[in-house]
């Protein structure tokens, strides 16, 4: 947002830089108080209370998030009134301070301005979200589920715009999260709310969750199935009540999907089950396209273990046409697979002339630890 664009920062040396917007002296004169403050994270009430009544908005903005970024609860009381202000900027920046502030205190008048006829910016609506999110308590998820579930009395439109922010920051609220009023927003038209649910849901390990992830290893948004890929690991299933087999057999399945990205966060998670039986599937990524996964494939490899990981770890640590990121990942891996071979090996890592080879040796050796 504009106002958000426009903060000042202090130069290395203490001069004060300012957007070419706020060069009138005035400006200089108001702003530089608060950026001082917010530099030292020092609570001036007489300072902070001049510039929320600045009648500049630029300067009531900049209060606004210095207020936040102190973090001094004495502040609430001083943003509260700046979510009626004129500007829609000011009210943003309100939103988003209450949200570095996580005060409860402010969640009423919070919820209270949401709901409140008159009108308030797509990028308040989005702020005000995510505040309630990062604040928590009781009272902001029963807000936040009521809205989620249509059950609130914010007008329509305004809730539309809610529901996005909502869904991605729902993880915030932790073990209160109002999982139960996300779910149907899993099978929404929209990729883009889609996608914000499983990564709330999958984050969380919601124990209701299990279906939704297994069913974005399949969706056609390419997103949705890096996403699910991400989260379906061994303790997600677990507490999502999957059945491992199932787990797997949909995550080997997805090792030979189109999307790198996809198959990247495949590989770590099918890692996580440490199971060699699915050692010669990801070898096989040692030969894939795309560097990364590649990468990727040798580094799971370490938790996988089993005879042919170690082999094919060994080998690729002669091989002259893999890259040193491979080879580095193959060492560390080694060392997670057979600590024997590794130790045998990384003695001609410590002994290279190169720096980075040392490095990378010692801090395999770490990874034992």
């Given at each position: 947002m504009?106002?958000?664009?426009?903060?000042?920062?202090f130069?290395?040396?203490?001069s004060?830089?300012?957007?070419?917007?706020a060069?009138?002296?005035a400006?200089v004169?108001a702003?530089?108080p608060?950026l001082?403050?917010?530099?030292?994270?020092s609570?001036?009430?007489v300072?902070?209370?001049?510039?929320?009544?600045d009648p500049?908005p630029?300067v009531r903005g900049?209060a606004v998030?210095t207020?936040g970024?102190?973090?001094?609860?004495?502040?609430?009381?001083?943003?509260?009134?700046?979510?009626?202000?004129?500007?829609?900027g000011v009210?943003a920046?309100?939103f988003?301070?209450?949200?570095?502030?996580?005060?409860?205190?402010?969640?009423?008048?919070?919820i209270a301005?949401?709901?409140?006829?008159?009108?308030?910016s797509?990028?308040?609506?989005?702020?005000?979200?995510?505040a309630?999110?990062?604040?928590g308590?009781a009272?902001?998820?029963r807000?936040?589920?009521?809205?989620?579930?249509?059950?609130?009395?914010?007008?329509i439109a305004?809730?539309?715009?809610?529901?996005?922010n909502?869904?991605?920051?729902?993880?915030?609220l932790?073990?209160?999260?109002p999982?139960?009023?996300?779910?149907?927003?899993?099978n929404?038209?929209?990729?883009?709310?889609?996608?914000?649910t499983?990564?709330?849901?999958?984050?969380l390990?919601i124990?209701?969750?299990g279906?939704?992830?297994l069913?974005?290893m399949?969706?056609p948004?390419?997103?949705?199935?890096e996403t699910?890929?991400?989260?379906?690991?061994r303790p997600?299933?677990d507490t999502?009540g999957?059945?491992?087999?199932?787990?797997?057999?949909?995550?080997v399945?997805?090792?030979?999907d189109?999307?790198?990205g996809?198959?990247i966060?495949?590989?770590?998670s099918?890692?996580?089950f440490n199971?060699?039986?699915?050692a010669?599937?990801i070898?096989q990524?040692?030969?894939?396209?795309?560097?990364n996964?590649?990468?990727?494939?040798?580094?799971?490899l370490?938790?996988?273990?089993?005879?042919?990981?170690?082999?094919?770890?060994?080998?690729?640590l002669?091989?002259?046409d893999?890259?040193w990121?491979?080879?580095?990942?193959?060492?560390t891996?080694l060392?997670?697979?057979?600590?024997?071979?590794f130790?045998?090996?990384?003695?001609t890592w410590?002994?290279?002339?190169?720096?980075r080879?040392?490095?990378?040796?010692?801090q395999?050796?770490g990874?034992?630890?």
């Open positions: 504009l106002q958000r664009s426009l903060l000042l920062t130069a290395s040396f203490g004060l830089i300012l957007p070419l917007a060069q009138d002296p400006q004169e702003l530089a608060l001082m403050a917010e530099d030292r994270r609570f001036d009430p300072v902070l209370a001049h510039g929320v009544n500049d630029l900049t998030l207020i970024r102190i973090g001094d609860h004495r502040g609430t009381q001083l943003l509260v009134p700046l979510l009626s202000d004129r500007d829609m009210v920046n309100t988003f301070a209450f949200g570095l502030l996580r005060d409860t205190v402010a969640v009423d008048a919070v301005r949401l709901r409140a006829p008159d009108s308030l797509a990028d308040a609506v989005d702020e005000a979200a995510t309630l999110a990062r604040i308590g009272g902001a998820a807000f936040i589920g009521a809205v989620l579930s249509g059950t609130t009395d914010m007008p305004r809730q539309t715009l809610f529901v996005p909502a869904l991605a920051d729902g993880w915030r932790g073990a209160l999260m999982a139960q009023a996300m779910l149907h927003f899993a929404d038209t929209s990729t883009d709310l889609r996608w914000r499983l990564s709330t849901l999958g984050r390990r124990p209701t969750a279906p939704v992830v069913r974005g399949r969706d948004a390419p997103s949705l199935r699910a890929a991400r989260w379906l690991t997600f299933a999502a999957l059945a491992a087999v199932a787990a797997k057999t949909e995550l399945r997805a090792l030979n189109d999307q790198p996809v198959r966060n495949t590989v770590g099918l890692a996580t199971d060699s039986t699915v010669g599937k070898i990524l040692l030969a894939d396209g795309d560097p996964v590649r990468v990727a494939a040798v580094s799971a370490g938790n996988v273990r089993g005879s042919a990981v170690t082999h094919a770890l060994d080998l690729l002669d091989r002259r893999a890259s990121a491979m080879r580095r990942a193959a060492l891996a060392a997670r697979a057979d600590t024997a071979v130790a045998r090996r990384s003695a410590l002994a290279s002339g190169a720096f080879d040392r490095i990378a040796a010692l395999a050796w990874t034992l630890a």
